[in-house]
């Protein structure tokens, strides 16, 4: 057969066969994390920094390259950051420092990556959650997205640490991102290196 798209009569045609795909949700932030699932289930990590309190670029491209080398594709889910009114300049900096370490090491991988706003991914999973509100009257999207989380996954271990008390809030962002790039990105199909 010399047309690539002839297949074999007795092969199913209704499924298509397709490698598996592998969502990663990064949390940013010096309190940021990742988190994925697999056959084993899900599996979070603290955000990678140096010994400064700075994201570890080296860590993160090795974590990166051999996440990848596990599956067929990779796909990487991340806020798209926006300046924070309230944080200081140097948070905002840091934060859109690492968001250009992740799109640069995605990229320099072959990884693909998702920016998606906060609003976005927040108004989804959140679409079931009566609004929590903060003493002030502002919506408490920190407690709405544990509140999330551990109805998505009531069993999880949230803590940063085993000698953690509480929740990472990072760990917390970064399960929810997995879970809105597993809702939204179906079948994919590369149009680009690094972008969908």
Not at 111 to 131: C, D, G, M, T
Request: with cysteine; hydrophobic share 40%; glycine share 6%.
């Amino acid at each position: 057969m010399d047309n690539l798209n002839d297949k074999d009569s007795n092969e199913d045609l209704s499924q298509p066969s397709l490698p598996p795909v592998m969502i990663l949700g990064i949390d940013l932030g010096k309190l940021g994390g990742y988190a994925w699932q697999d056959i084993q289930g899900m599996h979070t990590k603290v955000m990678f920094l140096d010994t400064e309190g700075e994201l570890d670029i080296f860590a993160l491209h090795i974590f990166l390259k051999e996440m990848k080398k596990s599956f067929s594709y990779l796909y990487v889910v991340f806020e798209d950051i926006t300046p924070l009114h309230l944080a200081s300049k140097s948070a905002n900096w840091s934060l859109a420092f690492q968001s250009g370490a992740v799109t640069a090491a995605c990229i320099s991988l072959g990884i693909l990556y998702k920016k998606v706003p906060a609003k976005v991914w927040q108004r989804e999973l959140f679409s079931n959650i009566a609004p929590l509100r903060k003493k002030d009257g502002s919506t408490d999207t920190k407690a709405m997205a544990l509140l999330k989380t551990r109805e998505l996954y009531p069993d999880l271990d949230l803590r940063g640490t085993v000698r953690s008390k509480v929740p990472h809030q990072g760990i917390v962002d970064a399960v929810l991102l997995r879970e809105w790039g597993q809702r939204n990105i179906k079948n994919p199909v590369p149009t680009r290196s690094g972008l969908f």
